[in-house]
C-alpha cells in the first residue's frame, strides 16, 4: 500500500478542515457582532434578523461537515480531478475554486454511477475512509482497464468499503449512506420532484435511508421551493422518527419536519388508543361520506307544526319549518363548508323574521299598503339581528362547530354506520384523542370551514405593511451602502444555500420568520400548510383517511410514497398502489423497485421469506448482499423470562444493540429479568438492549434480535421481527413454533 499516495490525501483534507474551521469562525463572529449590535430601531432588528438566520443555516452545514467532510475522489480521463464530500466548499481565493464538491452536485454522480461498463468518462474512482480529521484508508477502482498506473490502493474487491459500513456495529440511531450510495438508489434519489414516485421493495432494500437523501437531493436542488415550503417526512412511529432523525442534519439539512400522521393536527395529541376494529373503520374512505352526512344532519329545522317561537320586544317571531327550510336550502347552495354556510342561514332567517314583524306591525287594516318604508324596516332588521334570542335560535338550527366539539360528538352516537361500526367506535364524550382520530378530526376541519377571513384579512393587511417597510430598508441600504447582504463567500452560499439576492418580498418573509420559526416550525403549527413535497414511510400501512389528509397537505402531488406491502400489518392499511392513487392522480405516478436487501443476511433472510411464503408460494424476497455464516437458532423453554434473560447475556457483544422482540403482554414479566433494559412506547434505541413489540420494530434494526413466542403473530408482523437483524437471530417459545419456522428447529 502506497504511503505517500495516503499522505498527499490527509494533507489534502487536513487543509479542507483548515478551511471549514475558517469559514465557521466567520459565520460564528457575523452572528456573534450581529447579535449583540445595538442599532437603532426596526431596520437595525430586521439587518440582524436576516444575517443571523442565513448564517445559522451556513452553521448548521458547517456543522454537517465536521464528519466525513471528504469521501471521494473522482479522476476523469480528460484529466479533471475532484474530490466529493458531504458539503461543497470553496477556497478563499479570487476564483472561489472549488475545494471539495458536493455529493448532490451533478458533476459527483460518476462516484455512484460509472462501472467498467459505463466508465462516465472516469479513469479512477477512490473511495477516502476518514476517522475524524484522520484519513485511515483509501480505495480505488480503476475504470479506465487500459491505464496501467496503479496506486497501490486497488481493492480486490470493489464493494469493500460498502461491505464494511454493511457490517458494522449497530448504535441505535440510522446513519446516512452517502459514501456508498448503490447506482439503483441513486436514480431514486435524483428522480425528478415533481410527480407521485413510489418506491416498493423488501426489507433492507435502503428505502427508507435512500428516502432520506431523496429529501437532501430535493432541497439541494430545489431550494428556492422547498425551503419555504418545506418537506414533511410521514413515519410509523415517534421511535421511528427518533430512529431516523439524525440523517437529514447529518447531511446539512433542516428544513424537514419529521412526524407520524397522528401529529399533523395541530393542537391536538393522540394520547388514547383505539382498538384494531375502530381504527380500520376509523381509516375507510367511506368515513368522509358519513361525516359530511353527519354535518348536514347538523343543519336543522323545526319539525312542521312546531315552529320556535322567539319573544321579541316588538312582538312574539315565529320561525317555523318553512322559514327554516329556506334559509338552509340557500346556505346549502352557497356550497361552503358548514361554519361559513351559517352567515348565509342567519342572514335568510333575520331577513323573513324582519318580513314577519314588518307584516305584522305595518299592516293596513283596510288593505292598503304597508305602512313601512324601508327605514323602517331597515330598523326593525337591526333589531332582530341584535336579538340574543334569534342568534340562539339560529345556533340551534346551524350551530358554529368545532371539529373538535363535532367529532366528539359524532364518536359518542356515531351516525350512518352499521350497528357493528357504530358500536366499535362509540365512545364517551371527551376520551382522549387517538390517531385515527386526527385523521377524522382534519375531515371534519374541511367539512366545517374556519370563518377566518377577519384574521386573514389583518394578516394580509400586516404583510403588505411588512414588503413595503422592507422596501424602504433595501433602498435606504443600497444608497447608502451602510451594510452587506451578499455573503462574503457568496459562492459558498452558493453552494450551501443557493441564494444571493434578498428581495423586499423575501426580506419580509425572512422577517416573519426570523422572530418565530423556521418553515417547518411554521408547517407543523399549521394545519392548512402546502408542503413543497411530502416523502411517507412504511406507506402501505395508511388508511384511505390518512390518504385523504396527507394529498390535502401537498396540492402540487409532489411526493415519495415508500414501502413494502408484504410488511402491511393495519387492518385498514391499503390494498394496492393503485388503489391508493387513482383518486388523487389516476394512473399519472411513477413505480420503482428496489431489489437488494442491504441488512439482513442470507442465513436470516432464508428463514424470515418462509413466512410470507406459507400464505403466497412463489413469494420471493429480496436478495441478501450478505452472509455472515452463523445460522439462526429456535429454542423451546418452559420459564420464558430466564431463557430470553440467558440469550441477553450470550447475544450480547461488547458493542452493538440487541433487540427482545416480545408481544406486549410478555413485556413486564421479560422486563423483570433483564436489569437496564429499554421498553415502552418510545424506548431509547440508543440503549444495548431493547425491549419491543413487533409493530414497533417496524423499520429499525439491530446487530441481534431474539424473538419471543413468534405463533402469537400475524404473518406479516412475524415477517418484520425476523427481518430486523444485521448478525444474529435467535427465537425462543414456550407454546408452539409457527409451521414456518420448523426448519430452524432443526439447527443446534
Ligand atoms: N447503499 C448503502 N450503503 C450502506 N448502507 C446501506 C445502503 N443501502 C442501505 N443501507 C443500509 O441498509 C439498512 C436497511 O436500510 P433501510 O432501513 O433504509 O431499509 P428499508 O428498505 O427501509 O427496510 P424495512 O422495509 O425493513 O424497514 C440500513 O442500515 C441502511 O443504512
Request: net charge negative; aromatic share 6%.
Amino acid at each position: 500500500m502506497s504511503t505517500e499516495e495516503l499522505r498527499e490525501e490527509q494533507q489534502f483534507v487536513s487543509g479542507l478542515y483548515a478551511r471549514l474551521d475558517a469559514l465557521r469562525e466567520e459565520a460564528e463572529s457575523a452572528v456573534q457582532a450581529s447579535l449583540s449590535q445595538v442599532g437603532n430601531g426596526l431596520q437595525a432588528r430586521l439587518e440582524r434578523d436576516v444575517l443571523v438566520a442565513e448564517r445559522s443555516g451556513l452553521l448548521a452545514a458547517f456543522d454537517a461537515g465536521e464528519n466525513g467532510l471528504c469521501f471521494g475522489r473522482l479522476e476523469f480521463r480528460d484529466g479533471r480531478d475532484h474530490h466529493i464530500g458531504r458539503i461543497g466548499i470553496r477556497a478563499s481565493d479570487t476564483e472561489r475554486t472549488p475545494l471539495v464538491i458536493d455529493w448532490r452536485a451533478d458533476v459527483a454522480r460518476p462516484f455512484y454511477l460509472a462501472t467498467g461498463h459505463t466508465p462516465m468518462g472516469l479513469r479512477r474512482r477512490r473511495h477516502i475512509t476518514t476517522e475524524g480529521r484522520e484519513v485511515t484508508a483509501l480505495h480505488d477502482e480503476l475504470l479506465d482497464l487500459s491505464d496501467t498506473t496503479r496506486t497501490g490502493h486497488e481493492g480486490a474487491d470493489a464493494d469493500e468499503v460498502l461491505l464494511a459500513a454493511l457490517d458494522s456495529a449497530r448504535t441505535g440511531r440510522m446513519h446516512d449512506i452517502v459514501q456508498t450510495i448503490q447506482a439503483e438508489q441513486d436514480r431514486i434519489i435524483r428522480a425528478p420532484h415533481r410527480g407521485v414516485l413510489v418506491v416498493e421493495g423488501g426489507p433492507g432494500t435502503g428505502k427508507t435511508v435512500v428516502a432520506l437523501h431523496r429529501a437532501a437531493f430535493l432541497l439541494y436542488a430545489h431550494r428556492e421551493l422547498l425551503a419555504k415550503r418545506a418537506v414533511l417526512i410521514v413515519g410509523p412511529n415517534p421511535a421511528f422518527l427518533g430512529y431516523i432523525g439524525e440523517v437529514l442534519p447529518a447531511l446539512g439539512e433542516t428544513g424537514v419536519l419529521l412526524s407520524t400522521v397522528g401529529e399533523l393536527f395541530p393542537g391536538v395529541t393522540a394520547t388514547g388508543t383505539d382498538t384494531p376494529e375502530a381504527a380500520e373503520v376509523k381509516g375507510r374512505a367511506e368515513m368522509a361520506d358519513v361525516l359530511a352526512a353527519a354535518v348536514r344532519d347538523r343543519q336543522r329545522t323545526p319539525e312542521p307544526g312546531e315552529p320556535i317561537v322567539i319573544e321579541h320586544d316588538d312582538g312574539d317571531l315565529i320561525l317555523d319549518w318553512t322559514i327554516a327550510d329556506q334559509a338552509r336550502e340557500a346556505a346549502r347552495a352557497a356550497d361552503v363548508p358548514h361554519n361559513l354556510g351559517r352567515p348565509h342561514f342567519a342572514f335568510r332567517v333575520i331577513d323573513e323574521l324582519t318580513a314577519q314583524l314588518a307584516e305584522r306591525i305595518g299592516h293596513d287594516p283596510y288593505g292598503g299598503p304597508n305602512f313601512l318604508g324601508p327605514d323602517d324596516i331597515a330598523q326593525l332588521g337591526k333589531g332582530v339581528a341584535a336579538s340574543t334570542e334569534v342568534h340562539a335560535a339560529i345556533e340551534e338550527l346551524w350551530p358554529t362547530l368545532t371539529p373538535q366539539r363535532f367529532l366528539a360528538e359524532f364518536l359518542e352516537d356515531p351516525t350512518g354506520l352499521s350497528e357493528r361500526d357504530a358500536d366499535a367506535v362509540r365512545r364517551p364524550y371527551g376520551a382522549p384523542w387517538t390517531a385515527a382520530d386526527v385523521l377524522l378530526l382534519d375531515e371534519a376541519a374541511e367539512l366545517l370551514g374556519h370563518d377566518d377571513s377577519a384574521v386573514r384579512a389583518a394578516a394580509e393587511a400586516e404583510r403588505a405593511k411588512q414588503i413595503a417597510y422592507a422596501q424602504g430598508v433595501l433602498d435606504v441600504s443600497r444608497a447608502s451602502r451602510t451594510y452587506e447582504f451578499e455573503d462574503k463567500d457568496e459562492d459558498d452560499a452558493e453552494v450551501l444555500l443557493a441564494h444571493n439576492i434578498i428581495d423586499a418580498e423575501r426580506m419580509a418573509e425572512r422577517q416573519e420568520e426570523a422572530d418565530h420559526r423556521s418553515a417547518a416550525e411554521r408547517a407543523a403549527a399549521d394545519r392548512t400548510w402546502a408542503f413543497g413535497h411530502i416523502i411517507v414511510d412504511e406507506a402501505q400501512e395508511l388508511s384511505a383517511m390518512a390518504w385523504r389528509l396527507l394529498m390535502r397537505r401537498c396540492p402540487t402531488r409532489s411526493m415519495t410514497l415508500v414501502g413494502d406491502p408484504a410488511q402491511t400489518a393495519e387492518a385498514g392499511g391499503c390494498g394496492s398502489w393503485d388503489s391508493i392513487l387513482a383518486p388523487y392522480v389516476e394512473d399519472r405516478w411513477e413505480y420503482t423497485r428496489l431489489g437488494v436487501n442491504y441488512r439482513t443476511p442470507v442465513e436470516i433472510m432464508d428463514v424470515a421469506a418462509e413466512v410470507p411464503r406459507m400464505e403466497r408460494p412463489d413469494f420471493m424476497p429480496p436478495s441478501s448482499v450478505r452472509s455472515t455464516g452463523v445460522r439462526p437458532w429456535a429454542r423451546r423453554t418452559d420459564d420464558l423470562a430466564a431463557s430470553v434473560a440467558d440469550a441477553v447475556a450470550a447475544e450480547a457483544g461488547d458493542e452493538g444493540r440487541l433487540a427482545v422482540i416480545a408481544p406486549r403482554e410478555l413485556h413486564a414479566e421479560l422486563a423483570a429479568e433483564l436489569p437496564g433494559v429499554t421498553a415502552g412506547q418510545v424506548p431509547d434505541l440508543t440503549r444495548p438492549v431493547v425491549l419491543i413489540d413487533p409493530r414497533q420494530a417496524k423499520g429499525l434494526e439491530f446487530d441481534t434480535v431474539l424473538v419471543v413466542e413468534p405463533a402469537r403473530y400475524g404473518t406479516s408482523d412475524l415477517y418484520v421481527a425476523l427481518t430486523r437483524a444485521t448478525q444474529r437471530l435467535g427465537v425462543l417459545y414456550g407454546d408452539e413454533l409457527p409451521v414456518a419456522l420448523k426448519q430452524v428447529e432443526a439447527t443446534p
